[in-house]
């Protein structure tokens, strides 16, 4: 019964989608291109054949094509012959891609979920596997997969209590979704047993680990730029605030300004999580008197600068290496935490706001290892920073714990490339 329904309202809702479409591409112009890759019709180059063998990547974003790039470059080594696709749901998902892997591999958008989209895709793409990265399931794709006998492995398959939940509302369906995937590469154990509690048999779930610990500092971070060069030579201690969300540059400020006031010579970098963001940010800090500039007018850099806003795609591994402390946004408003490793393997302590669903796991081994420290409200991540900022040494020591999780984790790639390995024969 759900599968009607799921399909009536997918087919009711198109024009709606296609709307949606059109209004987010007033402010992110990506969302009104390749509109017909999104309806199943994409056109591979001249050059790609589809009867010769192919993977096809799912990574919905910007997240998940850095977790899936180890694994990406690790299979084209392992199988140079074999064609590779990808597929994302964002225009930031397309851009990561074509900055990480240029040419070398395809990209185009994911279909929306009708069986008839799907098989159009499919009939273009042939793929022998698809790799669908962390938990992004969709009935038809699932099905129409495995009808054609396509491999299915979730790889760094995570899902957090909440989603959990959300899956058994449709308990059949989902059911029915995880023991059509061949194979299930999960972060955890608690990840494992929840995908079992909803149906994946337990000979499919292999524990491999979190991919998002091989993580790969881009050269980004040693090109000489000359908007990071001027930073630099400005010799300021920077605390980065990324990946922020809407609500959370209104905590930060009060922050920003206790901070400023005892310590004029630090320098704010806030990254908000959608670039598109980055007007209404400046404007934030702007009004309330605090010297702001976005990353795009680098040019205008002076010694008074209290706060750089980054409105950059793709840079976020330089903004790291710039700073001295990190706060991980999405955590002090309840969106859940960003990606708590990048800061780590760039051997920064890690502050994070109380909402850690999205890195859950994570957030507790780092802060069992000391290197990230849970800040409860506004006022406990002044005190936090104020103490990192006057007490170098616990600076350096957790930076270090963090940075030693990240070195001590490297062996979900190994696992998860046994199963691509055992899919393919």
């Not at 957090?160 to 059509?180: D, F, G, H, N």
Request: glycine content about 6%.
């Amino acid at each position: 019964m759900f599968n009607y329904l799921y399909n009536f309202l997918l087919i009711l809702f198109l024009p709606l989608m296609l709307l949606r479409l059109y209004l987010r591409g007033a402010r992110v112009p990506g969302y009104r291109q390749r509109i017909g890759e999104r309806f199943g019709r994409f056109n591979p180059p001249a050059e790609f054949n589809k009867h010769e063998k192919s993977i096809w990547i799912h990574a919905v974003s910007v997240g998940e094509t850095v977790a899936a790039e180890p694994l990406v470059r690790l299979i084209s080594e392992t199988y140079p012959k074999t064609q590779l696709l990808i597929t994302s749901t964002t225009p930031a998902g397309s851009d990561r891609v074509k900055d990480l892997f240029g040419n070398s591999v395809l990209h185009s958008y994911l279909p929306y979920d009708l069986s008839v989209l799907v098989n159009c895709f499919l009939n273009r793409v042939n793929p022998c596997l698809l790799i669908v990265m962390e938990t992004e399931l969709w009935p038809n794709l699932i099905y129409q997969c495995r009808k054609r006998g396509v491999k299915i492995l979730l790889a760094n398959a995570r899902l957090s209590e909440r989603s959990a939940v959300r899956y058994s509302r449709i308990p059949a369906t989902t059911k029915t979704m995880l023991q059509s995937i061949n194979a299930i590469a999960a972060q955890s154990e608690a990840d494992g047993k929840r995908l079992e509690t909803l149906g994946a048999n337990a000979q499919q779930v292999t524990i491999t680990g979190n991919l998002k610990f091989n993580v790969r500092q881009s050269l980004i971070s040693s090109i000489e730029d000359p908007f990071f060069n001027a930073i630099k030579k400005l010799g300021r201690t920077i605390i980065i605030a990324a990946s922020t969300r809407e609500g959370e540059e209104k905590i930060l400020l009060n922050t920003i300004i206790e901070i400023l006031s005892d310590n004029p010579n630090v320098l704010f970098l806030v990254v908000p999580r959608h670039p598109e963001r980055s007007n209404q940010v400046c404007e934030i800090f702007g009004k309330a008197g605090l010297v702001t500039l976005r990353r795009t007018q680098w040019p205008s850099i002076t010694e008074e600068l209290q706060v750089i806003v980054g409105d950059s795609m793709g840079e976020m591994d330089a903004y790291y290496s710039m700073a001295s402390i990190a706060f991980v946004g999405g955590s002090l408003v309840d969106t859940g935490c960003q990606n708590v490793l990048e800061p780590a393997a760039h051997s920064l302590p890690v502050l994070v706001g109380p909402s850690q669903f999205n890195f859950e796991q994570i957030c507790n081994q780092l802060e069992k290892e000391g290197g990230l420290q849970t800040v409860a409200t506004q006022k406990e991540l002044s005190r936090a920073l104020v103490e990192l900022l006057t007490n170098t040494g616990k600076r350096q020591r957790m930076g270090a714990a963090a940075r030693s999780v990240i070195d001590s984790n490297q062996q979900a790639l190994r696992g998860v490339m046994e199963l691509v390995n055992r899919l393919l024969k």
